[in-house]
Structures are given as structure tokens and as C-alpha cells.
Nanobody, 130 residues
Framework: QVQLVESGGGLVQTGGSLRLSCAPS????????MGWFRQAPGKEREFVAH????????????SVKGRFTISRDNAKNTDKNLVHLQMNSLKPEDTAVYYC???????????????????WGQGTQVTVSS
């Protein structure tokens, strides 16, 4: 079983920045692909970013490409394993609940799909004011 806990959400003005973090625990995080999704009020959950287990490859939704950066720390100490989402040049349309997700195995065809991930966090709210 894997538990994912997101943090770092909050209220920011248009053009500002936030850094979200996801702390996985419960099993070997270093072998799992990780992703971020978001869900705005009244809309379906959508893909934001993906990073492979070793951090060698990343993938972004077109709407955040060039503004968001996903990264990970694969520490030997599992208490320090983290996945980050650095969000710059934020826009009101980025307002949503952001969810961290983990995948035991994710082929490239699944990187942007919800069913490509096995575990989900509870989400953290990001609000961008205009």
C-alpha cells in the first residue's frame, strides 16, 4: 500500500508561483512513476505532469508546458522521498485541486491518463486570483 500526501497549495495572484510537494510512503517509491493531475470545479480531473521512476523523462500537458516543472528526490531514506511541482506564471485557469499520483508501471501511452496510475493523494487546493 502507498500513501501520498500533498502539500504546498494556497492562494496566489496571477503571475505568481507555488511549489507543490508530494510525500509518498508505504513502499519503494524510487521504482514508481509519479504524476500530477488537477480538477477544477465542475470539470473532470485532467493530467498536468509526469515523471519517470528515475527522473530521466518528464511529460506535460500543453496548458502548463513551459510554466510548470515536475521533479523528484529519490532518497535512500524513504522519509525524504518527495515529488515536486514548481508552478510559475500562474493563471486563474490554473485554479483547481491538485492531486499527486503514483504508478507501479506506466508505459508512455499511459502517462497522461488517470487509469495509468495506481495510487492517489487527497489533493491540495490551488487558487489563483485575477
Amino acid at each position: 500500500q502507498v500513501q501520498l500526501v500533498e502539500s504546498g497549495g494556497g492562494l496566489v495572484q496571477t503571475g505568481g508561483s507555488l511549489r507543490l510537494s508530494c510525500a509518498p510512503s508505504g513502499r519503494t517509491f524510487a521504482t514508481m512513476a509519479m504524476g500530477w493531475f488537477r480538477q477544477a470545479p465542475g470539470k473532470e480531473r485532467e493530467f498536468v505532469a509526469h515523471i519517470t521512476w528515475n527522473g530521466d523523462n518528464t511529460y506535460y500537458a500543453d496548458s502548463v508546458k513551459g510554466r510548470f516543472t515536475i521533479s523528484r528526490d529519490n532518497a535512500k531514506n524513504t522519509d525524504k522521498n518527495l515529488v515536486h511541482l514548481q508552478m510559475n506564471s500562474l493563471k486563474p485557469e490554473d485554479t483547481a485541486v491538485y492531486y499527486c499520483a503514483a504508478a507501479n508501471f506506466a508505459p508512455p501511452s499511459a502517462w497522461g491518463k488517470m487509469n495509468g496510475y495506481d495510487y492517489w493523494g487527497q489533493g491540495t487546493q490551488v487558487t489563483v486570483s485575477s
